[in-house]
Nanobody, 121 residues
């Protein structure tokens, strides 16, 4: 299976920056799309940004121009660069990956444990 571990979260002042990382490990697999989701206190989980295997990205409107998603396939790592952070960005951020593991026939979804991002005003 594919194991995802997020890192880089923490406490930052309004207007500050953080870079989240998500490293994938496990048996041999073929990675497809990857994405970052977040869940704020009392809110539903929402998609923040996604990136395809070919590098095509999509970012939700509320963070467009501030957040950038990227990936390093050689390192099996996906990043989320977050600039100009706002209190509304406070949430637990989760890494999601769609991958095909060796000997399996279909794509499956995998989730990281989440990393806390807190923006102080």
């Amino acid at each position: 299976q594919v194991h995802l571990v997020e890192s880089g979260g923490g406490l930052v002042q309004l207007g500050g920056s953080l870079r989240l990382s998500c490293a994938a490990s496990g048996s041999r697999f073929t990675m497809n799309s990857m994405a970052w989701y977040r869940r704020a206190p009392g809110k539903e989980r929402e998609l923040v940004a996604s990136i395809t295997s070919g590098g095509t990205t999509n970012v939700r409107d509320s963070v467009k121009g501030r957040f950038t998603i990227s990936r390093d396939n050689a390192k099996n790592t996906v990043y989320l660069q977050m600039n100009s952070l706002e209190p509304e960005d406070t949430a637990v951020y989760y890494c999601n990956a769609v991958a095909r593991v060796r000997w399996t026939l279909s794509l499956q979804n995998y989730w990281g444990q989440g990393t806390q991002v807190t923006v102080s005003s």
